[in-house]
T-cell receptor, first 113, second 116 residues
Framework: DGGITQSPKYLFRKEGQNVTLSCEQNLNHDAMYWYRQDPGQGLRLIYYSQIVNDFQKGDIAEGYSVSREKKESFPLTVTSAQKNPTAFYLC????????????FGPGTRLTVT | KQEVTQIPAALSVPEGENLVLNCSFTDSAIYNLQWFRQDPGKGLTSLLLIQSSQREQTSGRLNASLDKSSGRSTLYIAASQPGDSATYLCAVYSNAGGTSYGKLTFGQGTILTVHP
């Protein structure tokens, strides 16, 4: 089956700890994206990557870091510098950076206490 | 900076009713507009996409319209069913500014509940 997988579905961490969210795609897509969703708000772009070994900050990149060492994988690290990390995180991919058609993963709900 | 607003934030209707969800955006220079469905705790499913040159798109009981000049779109759902209960998100694809790539900007969503 082709698609995007995110793991785990639920993640719990103590405040002050870094945590890494996984995103894998087997669609052979060049571009990948991370979004954050808070209750009553739309999705906000954290980081995006147009190609392997390249990534750019989105609208709310502070307190987050990413890597893109492989085409299939775009992990997101939520660092202790992120003031309000509790949220629902969605990963997406598109066949190329200029494509508007993004495919979304099932999401990871992160709770930090 | 593109901003997308959806009204109402929540809507509860009885089964069988026709309903309209509204979406407005501040910059009319868009490539397209999409409507997504999101079930609780899940990812997004694309429902309809309207290119900037189009006025509407239809899929089954769903009809989406676009008035680019006024910065508005509506999603019409006919004969609503309990299975339609979900959050509906509107997103516009427009130039990211300073790059050749576009960017999806999302509204905050409308939570729809259809009760039997």
């Amino acid at each position: 089956d082709g698609g995007i997988t995110q793991s785990p579905k639920y993640l719990f961490r103590k405040e002050g700890q870094n945590v890494t969210l996984s995103c894998e795609q087997n669609l052979n897509h060049d571009a990948m994206y991370w979004y954050r969703q808070d209750p009553g708000q739309g999705l906000r772009l954290i980081y995006y990557s147009q190609i392997v070994n390249d990534f750019q900050k989105g609208d709310i990149a502070e307190g987050y870091s990413v890597s893109r060492e492989k085409k299939e994988s775009f992990p997101l690290t939520v660092t202790s510098a992120q003031k309000n990390p509790t949220a629902f995180y969605l990963c997406a991919s598109s066949i190329r950076p200029t494509s508007y058609e993004q495919y979304f993963g099932p999401g990871t709900r992160l709770t930090v206490t | 900076k593109q901003e997308v607003t959806q009204i109402p934030a929540a809507l509860s209707v009885p089964e069988g009713e026709n309903l309209v969800l509204n979406c407005s955006f501040t910059d009319s220079a868009i490539y397209n507009l999409q409507w997504f469905r999101q079930d609780p705790g899940k990812g997004l499913t694309s429902l309809l996409l309207i290119q900037s040159s189009q006025r509407e798109q239809t899929s089954g009981r769903l009809n989406a319209s676009l008035d680019k000049s006024s910065g508005r779109s509506t999603l019409y759902i006919a004969a609503s069913q309990p299975g339609d209960s979900a959050t509906y998100l509107c997103a516009v694809y427009s130039n990211a500014g300073g790059t050749s790539y576009g960017k999806l900007t999302f509204g905050q969503g409308t939570i729809l509940t259809v009760h039997p």
